[in-house]
């Protein structure tokens, strides 16, 4: 069974702490890709990754960062948060050259608050 | 405007009810049109694809792409209380994937 995981369900930070949100694919994906998802907005891309130590910008990368420094894992750092990065974040894996549809496959999110 | 629109709803229906789903668009140049079911407290996950336009069936599922129009759809007959989620619409042009704000749907015993 695939399964995409991310390291917590809840989480509560308090602004300007450094936040890591892990994120562990095992389907060997190239893609590896984090949204955020807010109510009437959608799931927009922050960031995404085709390979170890590659990442591309997506629609909204400001005030996050990322890693990857193995394949199977994509880390979503928050430098510093602030109280409009409250969200629920989404990861997401697919292959490199996939089905035309480009299926992603999601982890179950995480749920941050900042206070 | 945004590139997908879609009515978040929410959207509560008896059991048996037909549901219909919509998403308008504003980019030609998407082929590919998805449909993703995500349930509370989970990560969305695919139910159906097209690709360019027509309908495609699968089960009490229906997927309508109307290219010309910029619209599709989403029917699900016979609607089941299983089927209470949130229905997200996604198109690709092959190269960016972009997802509609989801619609909550519920359906009653």
């Known amino acids: 069974d695939v399964k995409v995981t991310q390291s917590s369900r809840y989480l509560v930070k308090r602004t300007g702490e450094k936040v890591f949100l892990e994120c562990v694919q095992d389907m060997d994906h190239e893609n590896m890709f984090w949204y955020r998802q807010d109510p009437g907005l959608g799931l927009r891309l922050i960031y995404f990754s085709y390979d170890v130590k590659m990442k591309e910008k997506g629609d909204i990368p400001e005030g996050y960062s990322v890693s990857r420094e193995k394949k199977e894992r994509f880390s979503l750092i928050l430098e510093s948060a602030s109280t409009n990065q409250t969200s629920m974040y989404l990861c997401a894996s697919s292959f490199l050259d996939g089905s035309p549809y480009n299926e992603q496959f999601f982890g179950p999110g995480t749920r941050l608050t900042v206070l | 405007q945004k590139e997908v629109e879609q009515d978040p709803g929410p959207l509560s229906v008896p059991e048996g009810a037909i549901v219909s789903l919509n998403c308008t668009y504003s980019n030609s140049a998407f082929q590919y049109f998805m449909w993703y079911r995500q349930y509370s407290r989970k990560g969305p996950e695919l139910l159906m694809y097209?690709?360019?336009?027509g309908n495609k069936e699968d089960g009490r599922f229906t997927a309508q792409v109307d290219k010309s129009s910029k619209y599709i759809s989403l029917f699900i007959r016979d609607s089941q209380p299983s089927d209470s989620a949130t229905y997200l619409c996604a198109m690709s042009d092959n190269n960016d994937m972009r997802f509609g704000a989801g619609t909550r749907l519920t359906v009653k015993p």
């Open positions: 097209t690709y360019s336009s």
